[in-house]
């Protein structure tokens, strides 16, 4: 039972109360109820979607997605919104407009506004993800966006994001994830996160495997929705990969468009291409895309492939899934012929599958685990789990205490001069940083 006198005069304040519904229901496949208490509160609220709003989901590249084509949307005049999880630096960064978060200010004037509205009506089996969905959308819409791109927590079909009317879905790469929640079959997993697509819309997608695309396009059909798919409608050709800049073709029918990006890795050549051809089925002025392709150039996503050190280097990157891994490590080989990386990951994760990833790396690892407890999400924390998939493998070492990893990290990479890696997770990544500021 949460308390009427709850305090709430700063963010701090405000961030306690919503964390209080930790661990309340869980999300479950065959339940619409987050959907249903996000419609009841907003309807409360006097919510109206008063802009266009693209949907973003899939595995891998959903972020990076949703954060260029705010940035492409923004530079070409467009008052922008993003919603994002989880949080690298800031709980603010999940909300923002034109690349500005959410102020503390606004954060707990809606929050107040939520608690009231939960206490009058009794409503107290609500999660933490649609306590922010709640104030993302709702600031949005009483600062008057022109649009906003929202990312789904996970999932898509049943994940409160999904009451959104939204005139263009985008599907980034599916692969296994959150089993437990979207089942235990890539075609399981594709129904839910194609289960964003609305009626007489548009969809884009990543390129997939067979059993993915094929109930993508059957949905698309089913909705009456015209569905472009990356490598198949629209392609990449990379003229440059290296560990300072990325640079490519966009190739559509005749069309012919050269990007060049601080955004490292060629996996984001497609994420980018995502993001350019929902721009260009958003916007028809074709003097507008001259402007999205120059707003990438020097953007920088936190934990993508991100230099926070050079010489000797060391990268983040919040890869939490075996698909991923492989991408990043693929790129990070043609940089460099030996690396330390620092694994770690939450056990909940496929770490069996990504540990056979690392099994086949020449390089040495340190096996940790994420300090999830600042991201108050309860996140089991055992990287011995972890240890035991590797343990066989000759230089390895584990440390339990993710700090005292780091240090171990970059003393060894300091010493020898080895490039570094931080690895596993989103929320290792973020304390990665966290401790560096």
């Not at 923002?96 to 503390?104: L, Q, T, V």
């Not at 009058?120 to 709640?134: D, G, P, Q, W």
């Not at 990438?296 to 899934?321: C, E, M, S, Y």
């Not at 790129?331 to 770690?344: E, H, N, P, R, S």
């Amino acid at each position: 039972m949460h308390l009427i006198n709850y305090k709430m005069n700063n963010i701090n304040e405000a961030l306690n109360y919503i964390y209080s519904f930790m661990g309340k229901k869980n999300l479950h496949k065959n339940s619409f109820n987050h959907i249903n208490n996000v419609k009841e509160i907003l309807n409360i609220l006097e919510y109206k979607q008063t802009f266009k709003i693209i949907h973003i989901t899939g595995t891998k590249g959903k972020g990076s997605t949703t954060l260029v084509l705010s940035n492409m949307l923004k530079f070409a005049g467009y008052k922008i919104a993003s919603f994002v999880s989880p949080h690298i630096i800031n709980v603010r960064e999940r909300i923002a407009i034109n690349g500005e978060w959410i102020s503390e200010k606004d954060f707990v004037d809606i929050t107040k506004k939520i608690k009231n509205i939960l206490e009058e009506n009794k409503i107290y089996n609500i999660t933490v993800f649609e306590i922010f969905t709640i104030i993302g959308l709702y600031y949005f819409y009483i600062q008057n966006v022109d649009y906003a791109c929202i990312e789904v927590g996970i999932g898509g079909k049943l994940d409160c994001t999904n009451i959104v009317d939204s005139s263009i879905s985008v599907i980034t790469s599916i692969s296994y994830d959150h089993m437990e929640i979207l089942g235990n079959t890539i075609e399981e997993i594709t129904e839910q996160k194609a289960g964003i697509i609305k009626e007489n819309s548009l969809v884009v997608s990543a390129a997939q495997e067979k059993e993915s695309i094929n109930i993508i396009k059957k949905i698309s059909k089913e909705k009456n929705s015209k569905l472009y798919v990356f490598k198949k409608d629209f392609d990449v050709d990379i003229i440059s990969n290296t560990n300072k800049i990325l640079e490519f073709n966009y190739i559509e029918n005749e069309k012919k468009y050269k990007f060049e990006t601080t955004l490292l890795g060629e996996h984001q050549s497609e994420n980018i291409s995502l993001a350019f051809k929902t721009f260009t089925l958003l916007i028809s002025n074709e003097k507008l895309y001259y402007k999205a392709i120059d707003s990438i150039k020097n953007f920088n996503i936190n934990a993508r492939l991100t230099f926070v050190q050079r010489n000797p280097d060391i990268i983040i990157d919040g890869a939490h899934n075996s698909k991923s891994l492989f991408r990043i490590l693929k790129t990070i080989y043609k940089w460099y012929d030996y690396l330390i990386i620092l694994f770690a990951p939450l056990s909940e994760k496929d770490i069996k599958g990504m540990s056979d990833i690392l099994k086949n790396s020449n390089a040495f690892i340190i096996v940790s685990s994420p300090n999830t407890n600042k991201n108050n999400d309860n996140k089991e924390n055992d990287s011995y789990k972890t240890y035991q998939y590797l343990k066989e493998r000759d230089n390895i070492i584990h440390i339990e205490n993710f700090n005292e990893a780091v240090k171990y990290m970059q003393k060894l990479s300091k010493e020898k001069n080895i490039p570094a890696l931080v690895i596993g997770s989103l929320y290792s990544a973020s304390d990665y940083i966290n401790l560096n500021i």
